[in-house]
């Protein structure tokens, strides 16, 4: 795979997983707040 | 029956996060990103892409769940009454009618992809499409009889077998939406979504442990390598744009349903991006390590520009399957494919016949079953003509109108109501009510003026193509060519080799087929034997005609059609190997279908429903007693 492949995959990947973690971690942070 | 008093609440956030996230996964988003992104810049068409889901994707999403809650709250579950809420006008409720005549139309059709990928997974259970000793499997034909456009009947005889997977699938969503948005669409997401990142994962783990003629790191090369002369392209961006849109499931009214059984201080605006973040790691993650990493494997790397560039359905129902048989397990993974494909599709059709099934139970307070029964009779009515005529066009012109430029329309009405009709200040407070995150504030001066903008330029871009640059809203006959029997042949036809001296006339003879058929008004074949020498050369031994093409028998010039056209008889000794050239007299039919009464007859759909749902909603804002706005008893 070229560098220019890996780069635009690796990047749009981590900002995908980046999106996803950032919209559980506020859930799951709700949720611990709702238990307390 | 009892009346509905009450509306319905979703069970929990997990499951209300999940029946958004099954509303916006859908077919497009393992099928159509990988081959937009193939032919659109590869890596580089990630930056008009995320552009577009920053300045028009998510706010829409924002957009769609703030209209949403705001209706519920007044008991509103479609579009008609949300926008006769945030619209003061008595025009509003009846702009409102898009949000039923729309969707309505798109799960017309989207039901029957769906039926296509239940069908499918069971002829991988039972390895019906596998090549065996006594009978060799073309993909196309098997494809094309399975839906009746093929003028053969080698596989499949008629529709019988998509009406039996038809029915089955609208039977299996009208039971969810009869269950109710809790018991039913929560329930089926609460399934479905994990079973769907299940088969994904089984799919990539299958896809990059393959060997065969390429690698899966040559697809995934050839996906994302990034070609930055395209970014200068209005159409690649317009390709993104496209690409966003129909993703996230904005302007069908699916999610402002869903968004309307949501509590009046719950919060949407981590929910709506939840949703966006949930869909892209579906299209962007698995869209691309599964359907192109495996043409590569299969084919090699010089086939996968053909692949991508083959279309949504190719890829899936021909493509994916040619290189899931090829390799041990296929009836596994091939069921696994299409099961995925299914629950995909699944989850979005309970999301966008919801609405309809809403508009029923909260404007005319009928009982559940009544809502669903009202819609089914609507539904199987429907079904006949989009499963019967799909060869003429019809689900295609459904699919511009409603899936395509209706969408755009909806989504910019939509946004003009947000952000100028009902306020951005005030539609602002209600996004932010009960939020769990704070929204940043330049989204604001988006909603205003970007977002709007951008609709405008999409909307305008999908006209301009059909409408005014090809002129095509005047239906002209389609022409193919077929082999007769293609269960007895080991090879197929191909485009290979066009002739220069005779291109412009295989040009004029279609066209002068055309026209026959157009004056004739019905449809027309031709029937040739024609023997395929092994030197290039091609002689016509029999041919007659039929139908608008009874006349057509000139063997010298059908024999020249095809050397203009390229058209040769080739084999290949394995099916991702090189076609080759061999001697062989095969039956060549040309249709020529009439299209005109089936693209009115959709187009009569799209606006009778209109009119249905014009109407139904005049008689029940006419019930309802002025004062307090609600359903005279």
Not at chain 2, 54 to 82: D, K, Y
Not at chain 2, 461 to 473: E, K
Not at chain 2, 576 to 587: G, S, T
Request: hydrophobic share 50%.
């Amino acid at each position: 795979m070229s560098t220019g492949a890996w780069l635009f995959m690796s990047l749009s990947f981590l900002l995908i997983i980046f999106l996803n973690l950032f919209c559980l971690g506020r859930l799951l942070q709700n949720r611990k707040n709702d238990k307390r | 029956m009892a009346a509905n008093t009450e509306r319905e609440a979703w069970g929990s956030r997990v499951g209300l996060i999940l029946a958004a996230a099954g509303n916006a996964i859908g077919i497009g988003n393992l099928l159509r990103f990988p081959g937009q992104a193939a032919n659109n810049g590869g890596g580089a068409f990630m930056i008009p892409y995320i552009v577009c889901l920053l300045i028009f994707g998510i706010p829409m999403m924002w957009v769609a769940w703030t209209i949403g809650r705001h209706g519920g709250r007044a008991g509103h579950g479609s579009l008609p009454g949300m926008f006769d809420r945030m619209w003061r006008s008595p025009a509003a409720k009846y702009v409102g009618v898009l949000g039923l005549a729309l969707p309505f139309c798109f799960v017309l059709y989207y039901t029957y992809i769906e039926a296509w990928c239940l069908g499918y997974a069971w002829f991988s259970l039972t390895g019906d499409y596998l090549d065996t000793a006594q009978r060799t499997v073309h993909l196309t034909a098997y494809y094309q009889e399975f839906l009746d456009v093929a003028p053969s009947s080698s596989y499949f005889t008629g529709l019988t077998a998509a009406f039996v997977f038809m029915a089955i699938t609208l039977a299996l969503n009208l039971w969810v939406l009869f269950r109710g948005v809790a018991k039913g669409i929560e329930l089926l997401a609460k399934i479905a979504i994990p079973l769907l990142f299940l088969f994904c994962v089984l799919m990539v783990i299958r896809v990059f442990t393959l060997q065969g003629a390429g690698t899966a790191l040559e697809g995934l090369n050839f996906l994302w390598s990034p070609n930055f002369s395209r970014l200068g392209d209005f159409g690649v961006w317009l390709a993104a744009a496209g690409q966003i849109f129909f993703t996230l499931s904005i302007g069908f009214g699916s999610l402002e349903c869903y968004a309307s059984y949501v509590k009046e201080d719950d919060d949407i605006a981590l929910t709506g991006l939840t949703t966006a973040a949930t869909n892209e790691f579906v299209e962007v993650i698995f869209g691309g390590l599964i359907a192109i990493p495996a043409a590569a494997v299969f084919y090699g790397a010089g086939e996968i520009q053909r692949v991508a560039s083959s279309g949504t359905f190719s890829i899936g129902m021909i493509s994916m399957p040619e290189v899931l048989r090829a390799f041990p397990l296929s009836n596994v993974f091939g069921t696994i494919w299409f099961l995925l494909l299914f629950f995909a599709a699944f989850t979005s059709s309970v999301a966008v016949a919801q609405p309809v099934v809403a508009f029923f139970e909260d404007e005319f307070k009928a009982a559940k079953a009544r809502a669903v029964l009202w819609l089914a009779l609507l539904w199987g009515l429907g079904t006949f003509p989009v499963m019967l005529f799909y060869k003429y066009g019809l689900l295609d012109e459904l699919d511009f109108w409603a899936g395509t430029v209706g969408l755009a329309v909806l989504a910019l009405i939509e946004a003009i109501i947000f952000s100028w009709i009902f306020g951005l200040h005030r539609s602002w407070a209600e996004l932010e009510r009960g939020s769990l995150i704070r929204i940043p504030g330049f989204f604001k001066l988006v909603l205003k003026y970007v977002t709007p903008v951008a609709l405008a330029i999409i909307l305008g871009g999908w006209l301009y193509g059909p409408v005014i640059r090809d002129r095509s809203l005047t239906p002209t006959p389609r022409v193919a060519l077929w082999l007769n029997d293609p269960v007895k042949h080991k090879g197929t036809l191909e485009s290979v080799k066009p002739d220069p001296a005779q291109k412009d006339f295989a040009a004029s003879f279609e066209r002068s087929i055309r026209e026959q058929v157009s004056t004739a008004r019905e449809d027309g074949f031709i029937r040739a034997v024609v023997h395929f020498g092994v030197d290039e050369s091609l002689v016509i031994a029999q041919i007659n005609g039929s139908g608008a093409l009874a006349s057509q028998t000139d063997a010298d010039a059908f024999a020249n059609y095809l050397r203009g056209k390229g058209v040769r008889y080739e084999e290949r000794s394995a099916p991702n190997a090189p076609h080759h050239a061999v001697n062989h007299d095969v039956m060549v039919i040309l249709t020529a279908y009439y299209t005109w009464p089936y693209i009115w007859l959709a187009r009569g759909i799209l606006l009778g429903s209109g009119v249905l749902f014009a109407v139904l909603v005049g008689i029940a804002w006419r019930r309802r007693s002025p004062s307090t706005g609600e359903v005279s008893t």
